[in-house]
Nanobody, 127 residues
Framework: QVQLVESGGGLVQAGDSLRLSCAVS????????MGWFRQAPGKEREFVAA????????YYADSVKGRFTISRDNAKKTVYLQMYSLKPEDTAVYYC????????????????????WGQGTQVTVSS
């Protein structure tokens, strides 16, 4: 059984930093692209960042580029999202997800490319 467990969310003030973690079990980790998505109240879930299986390539939504950093530790089967300079508009439930197919990162922004999802972790940024 594949499981993704996010952690690290919380309530912070604007300008603060936060690091999210996502631990994966039940599936080979180092052959799949990993992604982070988020969903704010009343909005659709949106792409935040993705990292390829080797960690060489990283992709970001324009709204977080320069403020968020995605990374992974294949030995620990964990993907991270380091968030700096947080803004109230970053408030959302953050989800990690693992790609459907190995050694593939095409259409990384599309939710349909991801097979398994975590339960989400709440990030709230106060002004």
């Amino acid at each position: 059984q594949v499981q993704l467990v996010e952690s690290g969310g919380g309530l912070v003030q604007a300008g603060d930093s936060l690091r999210l973690s996502c631990a994966v079990s039940g599936r080979t980790f180092n052959t799949y692209t990993m992604g982070w998505f988020r969903q704010a109240p009343g909005k659709e879930r949106e792409f935040v960042a993705a990292i390829t299986w080797s960690g060489v390539s990283k992709y970001y939504a324009d709204s977080v580029k320069g403020r968020f950093t995605i990374s992974r530790d294949n030995a620990k089967k964990t993907v991270y999202l380091q968030m700096y300079s947080l803004k109230p508009e970053d408030t959302a439930v953050y989800y990690c997800a693992t790609y459907r197919t190995t050694y593939n990162s095409a259409l990384y922004e599309s939710e349909n490319q991801y097979a398994y999802w975590g339960q989400g972790t709440q990030v709230t940024v106060s002004s």
